[in-house]
Every structure is written in structure tokens, then in C-alpha cells.
């Protein structure tokens, strides 16, 4: 499962509408504390009494207060799901009743006792109406008595039965997946686990589908099964579909057979054992690229007409593939690889083994996927293939070994494919992920107490997790790492684990004891805070010290690897020491005088730092070091630290740079002053050729917008012959720099433009439409309304909400009519904000904001609700 950042990054210059302030809100969905009656306390401290079980009137003894913690402790214990049964296979047959969203299904199980005689069994099965159950074992068939609580079937077996025994179990049902929907978590916003898409096909422009989604517990909304990661089966999933429509699904199609009426069924098997979250599958319209590796199929299914963009997207695929299978020592273990990109899929993507789901970003045209970055997902689900499907955590208390490896695989990928530099940014991006959730709560990496399994999706098991690992593998070395990995891959295939079966792995290989490691990075919470301190007086023997400041009563004394490093004769020279004390002193004898040493210049370590250092020694640390991570650093603290003076310095060096995130940086700078370039004229011709010509369109882009707010009307030549490149990000920026005060521009030449639908080229038309003003573009605004999704579609909604405030005779009530079923009814948070936004445009009307209040009040976003009431009440009180 892989996360997405649920609030899109603001493209240039677009309307200031749009950004309202968030109020630091996340827009994370909340499960209901079903279990733990206070799990902010689980979440700060390991065990805490609930608030409801202390009372500082009765003044409790000592003694009780410690036994309703121990108490307390062991009720709120997560344990692995124990295993009365195993399931030996599955067999399903679906058919779909599109119009009531329902799944009429048979489902023959082949189950035997795991250990202990059994003499009943427990299946989850959530929202189902259940026909008769049918028991066989030899020769012996009955029908079964059962009771049902509408999420678990209990089934009394006709006797008690050994591990020796293994039986059949048969059941027709109908499952309502629409029934008791959840609001899900932070990483998968919705609970069906089954999902019909427009399915009576009365959405202009949009596909009928229907996919799965089966993390955590989901799977048992659409078929009876042990719903808990330890469980293993082989499957077969027969698809009762219209002819006309496309099955993808675990294993291996080894058989298609119409039925008549314009029906077919296709059978899908999995013959290798797998978990009951990762089975699924998608139907659909699905147009298909194929391509191979080393003899394995695979297929990126996509909406017809965009199949040269799915090209594009998953080109590097097979390359994965190759480098995976190279650095874990493991060929990739499944028989082939499907990639599906769906509508309104409720997370990032899911990696369903062999056939991973995909949001519908990843649907892009030829042109659009020029700029296409999504590698990170494409590794991130294609990792799991091995760290989640082949090896799989037995709990979610595990979470992070699933989770972890794939988040690491994005930086593994970037290292491998585009060099170190960006690996690093990925790698930093992630810890700030981190970082802002630590502000709010610090958790065990491997925790047994949470209110629910959804909880468990956040940017500890993800972003530290991830970082962790990287950690791990710059203490071990990269040979010995890789070597556990395939050790822990190989001795686990197919089986379930906890953490102590990659410590052992890693031991194994490396000779070490790793108990201090993992101790305090996965079964213990926080991180290091750092403060550094470096005496120069001694040029040639350097006093680094180091002090541990965060809550030792709350968190560990962290034992740290640490790499102290220095230039001298434009030559990079490091020291390794070991941190193991709360005040530590290291003396780096350097043997010549350095201007300035560096601590952890590489940011290999998940730590808060804080280090006392000039603009002039952020403008000096930029100059020398030879660390694209470093020196994107400088700049950025320079950045920060508004030091107008030092950046003047740097700033054609940081155009210049040949990484390229410093030169976007760079550019970001002089877009905020200009002035900069009256005073350097070779500047200015440079930023002209890197918008002609840098090879990275991000940066070009970034150009293009600098000679936007530099001189508009000098550049608007430029600016013409850019809108036709074939980047939308290049293109995007030179109509947005069209739109520039004093530039007359004709209508004519925009409306070679209109029937684009990348929000990069309808975001600066529709400014235009807005700006000028030109009427008549209701319908316009329509059609984009309803082809734009994501951010794009975010993005768009605060012109749509203001061109029908300002043109109401162009469909006022129709726009506000659609914007509200958006804010009801779309799937995604940062959409339904977009909504709300845009609607604030027509709260001069009694019947909209009465409106807004009830939608507001229907919400199950609670940061979202926050949001909506706060804007609420400050109308109400203006009215």
C-alpha cells in the first residue's frame, strides 16, 4: 500500500484562491476508538491508565494505579491473530448485479485445524446474506448449522477435528460490500473492500468498473475467509463479466468461456500461497500494454486511449524487475505482473500479488507522461511483490516490514537509476514526513496497542521505517545488508514474520549482536535530538560535542554511528565515531587547518540536529561540498534564513548546478528577486537558455517563470513558442506567463488551447476567461469540470467557484449544484476541500451556506470539519 501526500503542491503562479490557509490541518480520516478508550495516551506513552480509570478525588494507592496500568496493558495487547485453521485454498465464483452493487457469490474453502482439534470455525464474512453451508470430508456431505452476526460466521463442524483432517466447506451468499462503510485511515481512505464504479453507466465520460481493495481486513466484504495476514492460500476466482469487458487477477487467465447473453466467465488461479488482503482483482474497459521480463508477462491496463501514456508510465518496469531481483538475490517469485490503473481508488496503490492497483494519476496521455514521475510508486508496490506478498508481516502490529521495504525501495530505485543526490532528497522528504507527525504523537515502530488496524498506516511505519532500514544498511555495509536481506527472504518464502526474523537474518550474516539496534529503533519510539557543538580553536585537532536532549524518562539514549567530514584541497576526507552517551566529546584530528567541518554532511541519520551556523558557513558548506544533499541544504537554510546577501553570492553557481533540484531551488530564489538580474547580464542569458534547453523540464518550467516575473512582455516571443512544447510543464508555465499584466494577447491564439484538458494548460486558460473577461465559456468550464481529476481537478475548482460567481447568467445554480455533490461525494479530502473553497464564492446566498452547513456536518474527515466550521461560523458572523 502506498501512501499519497493528500494535498497537491501548488503549481506557479495560480490563483491565489486557492490557498487558503490550512489552519496546519492533515486532512486524515479518524477511526472511531473502538478498542482503546484513550489512544492518545497509547500514542505518547507505551501504557497509560485512560483517563476514565484515574480519579484524583479518590486518590488512588500507588499500588492500584500500577495494577490498572499492568491491567490495562495486557487487555489493550494486539497479538498475532492465533491459528485455529488454516486455509488450504480458495475457490470463488462471482457474478456482479450492477444495479443493486452486490456480489452473488459461491466460495468452496478447502480448510484443515492448525494445531489443536477444533470443533468449531470462525470466518469473517462482513455485510453478507448466507445461503445454506454444505460441509464434505471423503465421502461425507452435510448441511451445517451456523450463526451469523452480520461480520462473523460461526460454524459448528459435525465433530471435533485433528490437524490429520481436512474438510471442504461450501457457501452461496450475497455480499453487500455498500453495506457499514468505514472511514478508513490516513493510507486508505474507504473500507468496501469491493467497489462498483458508475456502474449503470450514467457519468458522462466515465468508465464502468469494479476493483478491489483488500488492506487490512477488507477482503471479507466480498468473500468468506480467515481475514488476517498469517492466513495463506492458494486460489481460483472465477469472473462472471459482460463480454465486453476486461478481468485482471491474481496468477495466471487459464481459462475464458462465453456464456451466452453476451456473458463470459474467466478463471484466474494462483497456484503459490499468498495472504487474504492481497487477493483481487479489476473489470473493466481496460485497453493493454504489453511487455516482459525474462520470460514473465506483464500487462499495464489502462482506460483505452492511453495506452502510449501507460507506455511511457511503466517503461521502467522490467528494469525493476531486474535490479530487485539482482539486489535481494531473489527472482522475482510470482508467474507475472499486472499494473491497473482505476477510478477513485481509495489509496495510492495496492500491491495485490501479481496484479498491483494504481490511482487514477497514473492514467495519462502520451503527451502528459513526457513529465511522468512516478517511479517512486511504481518500486514502492513492485518491492512489496517480495517484502509484503512473498514475505509477509503476521500482524499489523508488523506493519512496517511491509511497509518499510517498500518505502526504502524508492530510495533503492532512485540511488540505482538517477544517482544518489536524488535518492537523498526522496530519503529527506520522507523524514519530514516523520517529523511532523512526531509532533503529534510518538509510537513504537512495532506497536501492540492501537485503537484500531487501520492506525497502524501512518508515517511511522512508512517514512521511519523506511529511513530505519537505510540506517541499518550504512552500519552493516551494503554487501552484508543485501546478503540478510536474501537470507530473510529465503528462509521465509511464503510464510509470515515479525521483527525479530530480520534481526536474526541480519546477525546471521553480519556476526553481529543487533539487539541494541532494533531495540531501540523498531520496539521503542522517538529519535535522537542532537545538539552539536564544534570548537575551531585548535585548527588541526577539531572538539566535536555532541549532547542526546531528548526525554530520557520517555525515550531511549540512542547509540548512533556518526560521520564527521571535512575538504581540504577541494579533496573530502570523513571520520566514523560512535555516540553512545548523552554528552560525548570527539576529537577529530584533521592534521592541517579546515574552515569547517561537517556533521553528518551525507544525512544518513534520523535525527533533529541542531547546529549553530552562519549564512556565512551555509554559504561556505554550499561552495565546497561535494554532497548535492548538503548543498541543497545550504541553500535551503539560506533560504530560510532570508540571507539576501549570501544568495546573491551563490545564486549563478546555484542555477548552474548539476543537480537538479538545486537548480529548481535556485530559480525559485531569483523568481523572488529579479532585481538581481538588472545587475548581471550574463544571469539573465543563462536563465534564457536553460528555458530553451535545460534537460530537466522542471527546471525549465522554473526558468520560464523567472522571465515571467522578471520582464513578461520582453519574453512573451519566447513565451509563444514554448506554450507548443511538448511538456505540459514547459508549455503551462509559458501560457501562465502570457497572462502577464501588458501583454495583449489574442483570443484566437488561446483557443488553439481549449480543447486541452492537462490542468497545466486549462489552469492559465481559464485564468485568461476570467481575467479579460470573456463570457460564453460556461460550458467550458463544464466540460473541465468533469474531465480533470486530482490535483489538477483541486486546482481547477477555485476558477470554476469564481468564474460563475462573477458570470452567473453562464449556470450559476448548475455549478453550485455540482460542486456540492463534489464535497459530498468525493472520495478524496483535499477534493472535497477544493469543493468547500469554491463554494465560498456564493455564501452571499442564505440556501448555500445552509447548505454547506449540513454537508459540513456530514463529514467524517474531523480535520476537515474543523476546517468547514471555522469558515462557517466567521460567515455566519459577517451575516
Request: hydrophobic content about 40%.
Given at each position: 500500500?502506498?501512501?499519497i ?5 501548488s ?23 473502538s478498542?482503546i ?18 480519579s ?11 495494577q ?30 450492477y ?9 468452496e ?11 468449531t ?6 455485510d453478507?446474506?448466507v ?12 448441511s ?16 471435533e477435528?485433528?490437524e ?32 462498483f ?7 458522462p465520460?466515465?468508465p ?14 466480498w ?8 492466513e ?5 476466482i ?19 468461456q462465453?456464456l ?12 503459490l ?45 522490467p ?22 490503473v482505476?477510478?477513485d ?33 511504481i518500486a ?10 512473498y ?18 525501495s ?12 536524488q ?8 523524514t ?17 496497542q ?6 497502524m498506516?501512518?508515517?511511522h ?13 550504512e552500519?552493516?555495509?551494503?554487501e552484508?545488508?543485501?546478503e ?21 537474518a ?43 536532549t ?19 584541497n577541494e ?5 566514523k ?9 570527539f ?5 592541517e ?30 561552495q ?14 539560506l ?13 549563478s ?17 531569483l ?11 550574463d ?20 526558468a ?7 520582464n ?15 511538456s ?6 509559458a ?24 490542468f497545466?494548460?486549462?489552469i492559465p486558460m ?20 468533469s ?29 453550485i449544484?455540482?460542486?456540492f ?8 479530502s ?20 445552509k ?10 474527515d ?18
Open positions: 500500500m502506498k501512501q501526500d493528500l494535498m497537491p503542491q503549481p506557479s503562479k495560480f490563483s491565489p484562491f486557492l490557498f487558503i490557509i490550512l489552519m496546519g490541518a492533515g486532512f486524515f480520516s479518524c477511526k472511531s476508538n478498542i478508550q484513550n489512544p492518545q495516551d497509547i500514542q505518547e506513552e507505551t501504557v497509560n491508565v485512560p483517563v476514565n480509570w484515574t484524583s478525588e479518590n486518590n488512588l494507592k500507588e499500588i492500584e494505579q500500577i490498572l496500568k499492568k491491567e490495562f496493558e495486557i487487555e489493550s495487547y494486539r497479538a498475532s491473530q492465533p491459528r485455529a485453521f488454516d486455509i488450504i485454498h480458495t475457490t470463488l465464483d462471482l457474478a456482479f448485479d444495479q443493486n452493487q452486490t456480489v452473488i457469490g459461491k466460495a474453502l478447502l480448510i484443515k485445524p492448525f494445531k489443536y482439534p477444533q470443533k470455525l470462525f470466518l469473517n464474512a462482513q453478507f446474506e445461503d445454506e453451508i454444505i460441509y464434505t470430508r471423503g465421502k461425507e456431505k452435510k451445517l448449522d451456523s450463526s451469523y452476526d452480520g461480520q462473523e460466521l460461526t460454524i459448528n463442524l459435525p465433530e477435528l485433528t490429520k483432517d481436512t474438510f471442504e466447506i461450501v457457501l452461496k451468499y450475497i455480499a453487500f460490500p455498500n453495506r457499514n462503510p468505514g472511514t478508513g485511515s490516513e493510507a486508505i481512505t474507504d473500507t468496501k473492500g469491493l467497489y464504479i458508475d456502474p449503470l453507466d450514467t457519468i465520460g466515465k464502468t468498473m469494479i476493483w478491489t481493495q483488500g488492506e487490512t481486513m477488507h477482503n471479507s466484504k468473500f468468506p475467509t480467515i481475514d488476517h495476514p498469517n495463506r492460500f492458494t486460489q481460483k472465477n469472473l462472471v463479466v459482460p463480454d465486453s469487458l476486461i478481468t485482471i487477477s491474481n496468477g495466471e487467465l487459464v481459462h475464458q462465453k451466452g447473453n453476451g456473458l463470459r466467465v474467466d478463471s484466474w488461479e494462483m497456484k500461497p499468498h495472504a487474504p488482503y492481497l487477493a483481487a482483482f479489476a473489470i473493466g474497459d481496460f485497453g493493454k500494454v504489453k511487455d516482459s521480463w525474462e520470460g514473465i508477462d506483464l500487462g499495464y491496463f489502462v482506460e483505452k486511449g492511453f495506452e502510449k501514456g501507460a507506455e511511457k508510465v511503466f517503461e521502467n518496469t528494469e525493476m524487475i531486474g535490479f530487485f531481483s539482482d539486489l535481494t538475490g531473489v527472482r522475482f517469485p510470482w508467474p507475472k505482473y499486472d499494473q491497473v482505476v477510478r481508488f481509495v489509496s495510492g496503490a495496492m500491491e495485490n500479488t501479481t496484479a498491483s492497483i494504481f490511482m487514477e494519476e497514473l492514467r495519462l496521455t502520451e503527451r502528459e507522461a513526457i513529465d511522468s514521475e512516478w517511479d517512486y510508486i514502492h508496490e513492485l518491492f512489496h511483490q517480495w517484502f509484503g506478498d514475505v509477509t508481516a503476521e500482524s499489523w502490529s508488523n506493519l512496517t516490514l511491509n511497509e518499510a521495504f517498500a518505502n526504502y524508492e530510495f533503492l530505485w532512485n540511488e540505482f537509476k538517477y544517482g544518489e543526490d535518492a537523498k532528497l526522496k530519503l529527506i522528504a520522507e519530514e514526513n516523520y517529523f511532523a507527525e512526531a509532533e503529534l504523537k510518538k509510537v513504537d515502530l512495532i506497536r501492540f492501537y485503537a484500531d488496524d487501520e492506525d498506516f501512518d508515517s511505519s512508512y517514512s521511519k521505517g523506511g529511513f530505519i532500514l537505510h540506517m541499518l544498511r552500519f552493516l555495509g551494503k552484508v545488508f543485501y540478510g536481506l536474501n537470507i530473510y527472504l529465503t528462509t521465509h518464502a511464503f510464510q509470515s514474520v515479525e521483527v525479530h526474523d530480520l534481526r536474526l541480519m546477525e546471521k550474516v553480519s556476526g553481529l549482536d543487533l539487539n541494541w539496534f532494533f531495540n531501540q529503533w523498531f520496539l521503542d519510539k522517538g529519535h535522537p535530538e542532537l545538539t552539536v557543538k564544534v570548537d575551531y580553536s585548535e585548527p588541526k585537532n577539531i572538539l566535536i560535542s555532541v549532547s542526546q531528548q526525554d530520557l524518562e520517555r525515550f531511549p539514549l540512542f547509540q548512533l554511528p556518526i560521520e564527521i567530514s571535512w575538504y581540504a579533496n573530502r576526507f570523513s571520520k565515531f560512535f555516540l553512545n552517551k548523552a554528552n560525548q566529546e576529537v577529530l584530528e584533521v592534521g587547518s579546515v574552515d569547517q567541518v561537517f556533521f553528518d554532511e551525507k544525512k544518513n541519520l534520523l535525527a533533529a540536529v541542531v547546529i549553530e551556523k552562519s549564512a556565512e558557513e551555509y554559504r561556505q558548506q554550499f565546497i561540498s561535494k554532497v548535492g544533499i548538503a548543498r541543497y541544504e545550504a541553500l535551503d537554510s533560504m530560510a534564513k532570508e540571507a539576501l546577501e549570501e544568495l546573491g553570492i551563490i545564486i553557481q546555484a542555477i548552474s548546478d548539476d543537480f537538479w533540484a538545486i537548480r529548481e531551488s535556485g530559480l525559485r530564489i523568481q523572488g528577486n529579479t532585481s538581481w538580474l538588472d545587475q548581471n547580464a544571469l539573465e542569458d543563462l536563465i534564457y537558455s536553460m528555458a530553451e534547453k535545460d534537460l530537466k523540464n522542471s527546471v525549465r518550467a522554473g520560464i517563470d523567472v522571465l515571467a516575473e522578471y513578461p512582455v520582453k519574453y512573451q516571443s519566447l513565451f509563444k513558442m514554448l506554450s507548443n512544447d511538448s505540459y510543464l514547459v508549455a503551462g508555465s501560457l501562465m506567463g502570457l497572462m502577464a499584466e501588458g501583454i495583449d494577447l489574442e483570443e484566437e491564439f488561446l483557443e488553439r488551447f481549449a480543447s486541452e484538458t492537462n497545466r494548460i486549462v481559464a485564468d485568461f476567461y476570467i481575467i479579460n473577461p470573456v463570457k460564453g465559456k460556461g460550458e467550458w468550464f463544464q466540460f473541465q469540470l474531465s480533470l481529476s486530482g490535483e489538477g481537478l483541486y486546482f481547477f475548482l477555485g476558477y470554476y467557484g469564481e468564474y460563475f460567481s462573477r458570470f452567473p447568467e453562464e449556470g450559476k445554480s448548475e455549478a449544484v455540482k460542486l455533490e463534489i464535497m459530498e461525494r468525493n472520495s478524496k483535499f477534493i472535497r476541500l477544493g469543493a468547500f473553497q469554491a463554494l465560498l464564492a456564493f455564501t452571499d446566498e442564505e440556501a448555500v451556506v447548505e454547506l452547513s449540513r454537508l459540513a456536518a456530514l463529514e467524517t474531523s480535520e476537515l470539519k474543523m476546517y468547514y466550521q471555522y469558515f462557517l461560523e466567521a460567515i455566519k458572523s459577517e451575516n
